[in-house]
């Protein structure tokens, strides 16, 4: 049994490692790779000489790199610069998807999440919520809440429950929010420098 628990166990690391790596490799392929979390269209002229000769554009707080076989830009916070070093268990990836260079058009922004991360956090939700409710359902059904006590133990576990949704919800809407704020920066810096402030 602690042998299976044990393969299971690095199984499941060894594919968070492997998403990971996939996610954050500065290949092409990492373009479309993870999940989007969100998207941002506006109009923005994409400047083909503001990048070097290998498709790089340093800013202030990163770096963009131009993938032309996707007609995307790669935004790349560098997280030393923004003081907080931490990198959160949701990071972002975010592509500035254009359709033409040197010409003003519309540019999408897709922001993208490793796969594991959403299916760990959305596993970790389930798994806390149902159980709250498979206990709720199964101390009701044994006469536990028949008595004054009873029920008040049912609720106060059950609130127990709720909280621990809430604090993970409350986690991962700041890590997003930390992520997001990162990316959004270099965006700005991004826009600013093809623009040629």
């Not at 002229?45 to 963009?64: H, I, M």
């Not at 760990?120 to 409710?133: D, I, K, N, Q, S």
């Amino acid at each position: 049994m602690h042998a299976l628990m044990l393969l299971g166990t690095g199984i499941l690391v060894g594919l968070i490692v492997a998403d990971w790596m996939a996610f954050s490799r500065l290949t092409p392929i990492s373009v479309r790779y993870g999940v989007l979390v969100g998207r941002h269209e506006e109009p923005l002229v994409v400047r083909r000489d503001r990048f070097d000769g290998e498709g790089l554009l340093r800013l202030p707080r990163g770096s963009a790199r131009l993938v032309p076989t996707h007609r995307a830009v790669q935004l790349l916070p560098d997280r030393r610069r923004f003081g907080i070093a931490v990198r959160t268990a949701w990071p972002l990836n975010g592509f500035v998807h254009y359709t033409v260079l040197d010409e003003r058009a519309p540019v999408v922004l897709t922001k993208r999440m490793p796969w594991s991360s959403v299916l760990l956090t959305g596993v970790w939700f389930l798994t806390v919520a149902g159980g709250t409710l498979v206990y709720l359902v199964v101390y009701a059904l044994a006469g536990g809440l028949s008595s004054a006590s009873g029920a008040f133990l049912g609720v106060a576990l059950s609130g127990l429950g709720l909280l621990v949704c809430l604090f993970g919800l409350v986690i991962v809407v700041a890590a997003y929010r930390l992520e997001d704020k990162r990316l959004m920066a270099v965006y700005e810096e991004f826009k600013a420098a093809v623009a040629g402030c």
